[in-house]
């Protein structure tokens, strides 16, 4: 058997290889070997993502390899992947290995907002001492759509600071409603945080509606996929003062310079660096690994990916 990886560093992190597996870096570059004999591939490129720690522009020529089994991402999100992979081949993400630093962010860029620390950013650079107040997450309530572990990682942050958390997903369960649930939790929210994938179903699905629901003052807080917000309806919202918005992935992306989003009181947007801190290549190699001792023993894989999540 015969795996790819995209980083030399990745190798001491896989943890032991079984016996008869070859495991060589392919980071984008020249083919290590023939890539006929590819079976368990994890790509170095992945089209118009932006995940840290990686440079992404091409995917590899898949129809090189005609005996691939698995592709086996470092990310979360898959939506960059799902139109590629090949019938017949599985497609497992990383899920779980960027949940504590991405629920931190959301966590931070929350505070952030409500205590009007980008306010005061902006006071400084220009030298000026000048009292703003804010509010505090303390008492407040919350809804978390996407109650994956990164969605969970959330609510947990949320609810040791002293608030109200509702969790919805796709499908009911205890403690978790379904969107259908939407029109009457957002106008009783203080924050609502949007941690789903990206699919036809949730693209789009913070509209001008979803965002009229919304009680003034709210605050969105947007760490998943950007098409999943309407930018002009949400810039608008921001722009009247009415809503407030914590993005760290924005439609398009990157955000161009100049947009209004920039220089908006109330927006604070980072470039996709929710899961960008080091530590990268630590988080994400044992897993795969894992992966790769599972395939190679014929044991079923972990993250499977179907229907695009």
């Known amino acids: 058997m015969k795996a790819w990886i995209p980083h030399e560093a990745g190798l001491d992190r896989l943890g032991p290889v079984p016996d008869g597996v070859v495991v060589e870096v392919y980071d984008g570059g020249d083919f290590p070997s023939d890539p006929g ?27 090189d390899m005609p005996n691939l089994q698995v592709v086996q991402l470092l990310s979360a999100g898959v939506e960059n992947w799902v139109p590629h992979v090949p019938e017949g081949v599985l497609l497992c993400n990383n899920r779980g290995a960027h949940t504590e630093v991405t629920a931190e962010w959301v966590m931070a860029a929350a505070l952030a907002s409500v205590r009007r620390l980008d306010v005061f950013a902006r006071n400084q650079s220009e030298g000026r001492w000048e009292v703003s107040w804010g509010t505090t997450l303390s008492g407040k309530t919350a809804v978390v759509l996407g109650a994956g572990s990164i969605g969970a990682a959330v609510a947990r942050r949320f609810e040791a600071s002293g608030m109200r958390v509702s969790m919805v997903a796709r499908s009911a369960r205890p403690g978790v409603g379904t969107l259908a649930d939407l029109p009457g939790l957002l106008p009783e929210a203080d924050v609502v945080v949007v941690m789903v994938p990206l699919t036809p179903e949730t693209e789009g699905l913070v509209d ?20 999943i917000v309407d930018t002009a309806a949400l ?23 100049g947009h209004e989003l ?6 604070i947007v980072t470039p996709h660096v929710g899961g960008a801190v080091h530590g990268f290549i630590e988080r994400v190699y044992p ?15 972990l993250n499977v990916v179907t229907d695009g999540y």
């Not at 509606?209 to 098409?227: E, I, P, S, T, Y």
């Open 37 to 63: 004999g590819v079976e368990f591939l994890v790509p170095p490129a992945a089209p118009k993502a932006t995940l840290p720690g990686m440079s992404y522009s091409t995917p590899p020529v898949l129809q």
């Open 208 to 227: 001008a509606a979803f965002l009229a629901r919304m009680r003034d003052g709210a605050l969105l807080v947007n760490a998943a996929r950007g098409k």
């Open 235 to 257: 810039t608008a919202e921001v722009a009247s003062g009415r809503l407030r918005c914590a993005l760290d992935v924005t439609e398009p992306e990157p955000l161009p310079p």
């Open 262 to 267: 920039w220089g908006l009181e109330g927006a």
């Open 287 to 301: 897993r795969v690994g894992d992966q790769i001792r599972r395939f190679a023993a014929g044991e079923p894989l």
